[in-house]
């Protein structure tokens, strides 16, 4: 089975904090995701990552920035912690072929005072 | 540029079936995927349609129409488990990575 892990399930920052969200997954994939999930607007992609050292704005990367320095793992930033960064935050990872299913992390829900 | 829709929220009886619309607009469909998310845990893959027609897994189906823009994913004999939210994603040609456009979500409420 892939297996996606974010390393924390719930976090709590302080406006002007930098955070770091990170991402493993085991299945040698070489791209991974970044989205988050609020109410009512449903996923939304932050950035994404073809592979080491590769990585591509989404539909939301302001006050985000991303590394990839191993394949294995991908880490979201942000650089100084906004209450409207409170969210849920999901990564992904994906094996390139016909179908590219992406594979989910259980999510880190992110609060930020 | 894509625009996904899909009901909010649905009630459903233990037993029954059950059918999630979703419709799409897009410039360049390159598949449909559904995915289960329960609530606190990570989506989980369901189904992928990029020709029209049924797809059928177990208990689950999915359809699609390309020229209508539309899917809908079946469910059959629901479970209680069968609570969660349904999400609809599309992906889409020359974009990236062929990434994915997700819908809102529907949540699904299974009753005894």
């Known amino acids: 089975d892939v297996k996606v892990t974010q390393s924390s399930r719930y976090l709590v920052k302080r406006t002007g904090e930098k955070v770091f969200l990170e991402c493993v997954q085991d299945m040698d994939h070489e791209n991974m995701f970044w989205y988050r999930q609020d109410p009512g607007l449903g996923l939304r992609l932050i950035y994404f990552?073809?592979?080491?050292?590769?990585?591509e704005k989404g539909d939301i990367p302001e006050g985000y920035s991303v590394s990839r320095e191993k394949k294995e793992r991908f880490s979201l930033i942000l650089e100084s912690a906004s209450t409207n960064q409170t969210s849920m935050y999901l990564c992904?990872?994906?094996?390139?072929?016909?179908?590219?299913?992406?594979?989910f992390g259980a999510g880190t829900r992110l609060s930020v005072l | 540029g894509q625009n996904i829709d899909q009901p909010t929220e649905m009630t459903a009886t233990e037993g029954a079936i059950v059918q999630i619309n979703c419709t799409y607009q897009t410039s360049g469909f390159n598949g449909l995927f559904w995915y289960q998310q329960h609530a606190g845990e990570a989506p989980t893959f369901l189904s992928y349609?990029?020709?029209?027609g049924l797809e059928e897994k177990g208990r689950f189906s999915s359809f699609l129409s390309r020229s209508k823009g539309y899917s809908y994913l079946l469910l059959k004999e629901l479970q209680m488990k069968d609570s969660a939210s349904y999400l609809c994603a599309v992906r889409e040609e020359g974009t990236g990575a062929n990434n994915l456009f997700f819908g809102t979500g529907t949540r699904l409420t299974v009753i005894p």
């Open positions: 990552s073809y592979d080491v050292k590769m990585k």
């Open positions: 349609n990029v020709l029209d």
């Open positions: 992904a990872s994906r094996i390139q072929g016909a179908k590219n299913i992406q594979y």
